[in-house]
């Protein structure tokens, strides 16, 4: 079932009536107001069917114009909306909480222009990632980022979420591949932010409030996207360690000796590994099953192929030579890099399938990143599966703590004691995937109050009456 929250419906927002539909179906037309119960069950519902909201109505606008006149309808009538892209998201931002009317973005799916030149992409919010990475693919380019929900995440929510995922520690964050964006204001300004210089400091860089701002402050309807070339080399290893201080050493090795081609590393523990092979059809361990408590997923991309690999055979035998790696493999062919990426990028759906999940999202000093991981099995003992993954060259832990159904006493062993030992170590609450509606009240364990107090007056400043996805981000009554 859904979790449940203690927060109670603004009073202040209006509730819909049938001529805000005429009025929408006038804009949209008949087939882009969409009431069918179905339909809406779906967009009601996040991708782990923990929340769920109970929203009426779905818009589906097809250009900027309409959203601006979807916003500027529904600022003047109070109406409390939530911007939707792939419904990927995984803290309960991108469904209502209450009645909000639903503006979904995949029918803005168009790409606008593609710059050979200089690989700048410019598209539509609503385009999915991967469709963005085939069509780059046969322009020579790559999407600066990937990520396991690539065949249904738009570029829209990506953006809104500032999403990490599993290039980041070669590509950045979109704070730096994003060059411009448009943006629609809840009263329904168009601000054209599109640009497409790589540097430009003529003032406030405003873009940059929407990168990450999970759609608080505006709805995101154009991206302009800096694309690094494809290059011809890529190598994908899979490798065991035997313990967590081994695959921290490895990474500032990997760093040292191939940093120049590094373009994933990533890691996962037994309990992962364990939960990905029970719950997945087709998965299996490429290494001969030993008792190995940690898994390593290192990347490179280069142009050199002879020399790219022979660098990493290189750093992979001194590795093991000085024992921090106990086995490894080298994906001989594209089946078997898919095959390896799908270990660990299907650790999502694993987790879903085994039942109940309680998922966090932390940054945290890579030297003390495991720990917490550890002190949670103590804490929890036999009553939970504690799994530990991640993107560990980027500090990112992702701690999924797996139940056969939610309880109450389990989620109070882990909370507030997560979030305390993250604020404790000077980590952040949310590394990637915002903070939505789950987090909204965690702020302050990661932010000074000053700072939220600033948050929450570019909020109003930038929407007076709060109707974009409320109830989300900032905390409810701010201390
Ligand atoms: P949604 O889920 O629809 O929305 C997310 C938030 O953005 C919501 O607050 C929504 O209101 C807002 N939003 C969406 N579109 C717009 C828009 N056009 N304008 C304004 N606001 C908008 N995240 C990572 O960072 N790294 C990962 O590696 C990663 N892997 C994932 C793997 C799986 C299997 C899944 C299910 C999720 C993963 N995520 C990851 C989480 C998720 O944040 C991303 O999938 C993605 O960025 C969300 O995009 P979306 O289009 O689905 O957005
Ligand atoms: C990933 O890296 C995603 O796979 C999801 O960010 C993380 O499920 C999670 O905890
Ligand atoms: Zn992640």
């Not at 700048?120 to 990937?146: K, Q, R, T, Y």
């Not at 966090?360 to 799994?387: F, I, T, W």
């Amino acid at each position: 079932g859904s979790v449940s929250t203690n927060i109670q419906r603004n009073s202040l927002f209006a509730n819909l009536n049938s001529d805000d539909i005429s009025y929408f179906k006038e804009i949209l037309g008949e087939k882009n107001v969409i009431q069918d119960e179905e339909r809406l069950l779906s967009a009601n519902t996040d991708w782990m069917h923990k929340y769920a909201g109970s929203s009426r109505l779905m818009l589906q606008p097809r250009t900027t114009d309409e959203v601006s006149q979807i916003l500027q309808y529904c600022n003047s009538r109070c109406l409390a909306v939530v911007p939707q892209g792939g419904n990927t998201g995984l803290v309960g931002g991108s469904v209502p909480v209450f009645d909000e009317v639903i503006i979904n973005m995949g029918l803005m799916n168009n790409i606008i222009a593609f710059d050979q030149v200089n690989g700048i992409l410019v598209c539509e919010a609503g385009c999915i990632l991967e469709n963005l990475g085939s069509f780059l693919d046969n322009e020579g380019f790559i999407m600066p980022l990937d990520l396991g929900a690539k065949g249904s995440c738009q570029i829209g929510g990506n953006v809104s979420t500032n999403a990490g995922g599993l290039r980041l520690v070669r590509y950045g964050s979109l704070h730096g591949s994003v060059l411009g964006l448009e943006a629609v204001l809840a009263n329904g300004t168009v601000l054209d932010m599109l640009g497409t210089l790589r540097k430009d400091n003529t003032g406030y860089d405003l873009k940059h409030l929407f990168i990450g701002s999970e759609g608080s402050l505006g709805i995101v309807t154009k991206v302009s996207i800096l694309t690094p070339p494809k290059l011809s080399s890529v190598n994908v290893a899979f490798l065991a360690c035997q313990d967590y201080l081994s695959c921290q050493k490895l990474l500032t090795e990997a760093k040292r000796k191939v940093g120049e081609i590094l373009s994933a590393f990533e890691f996962l523990d037994i309990e992962a590994m364990d939960l990905v092979l029970h719950q997945l059809e087709g998965v299996r361990n490429p290494l001969p099953p030993l008792l190995h408590k940690f898994y390593v997923l290192i990347e490179t991309t280069g142009s050199d192929e002879s020399n790219d690999k022979e660098k990493l055979e290189a750093f992979l035998l001194r590795s093991m030579e000085a024992g921090l790696i106990s086995d490894g493999v080298i994906a001989q062919d594209i089946n078997q890099a898919s095959a390896f990426w799908r270990i660990r990028e299907g650790l999502p759906e694993a987790l879903m399938k085994a039942g109940a999940v309680y998922k966090y999202d932390l940054s945290l000093p890579v030297e003390k990143m495991y720990n917490l991981v550890e002190e949670m099995r103590k804490r929890l003992g036999d009553s939970a599966r504690v799994v530990g993954y991640g993107h560990l060259g980027d500090g990112n832990l992702h701690l999924n703590v797996s139940t056969k159904e939610y309880d109450d006493k389990i989620f109070a062993q882990i909370e507030p004691y997560v979030y305390e030992w993250t604020s404790k170590h000077r980590g952040s609450i949310s590394a990637e995937h915002g903070l939505g509606l789950m987090k909204a009240n965690k702020i302050y364990y990661s932010k000074t109050p000053e700072t939220v107090q600033l948050m929450a007056s570019i909020k109003k400043l930038l929407d007076p009456n709060g109707i974009i996805n409320p109830y989300k981000v900032l905390p409810q009554s701010p201390n």
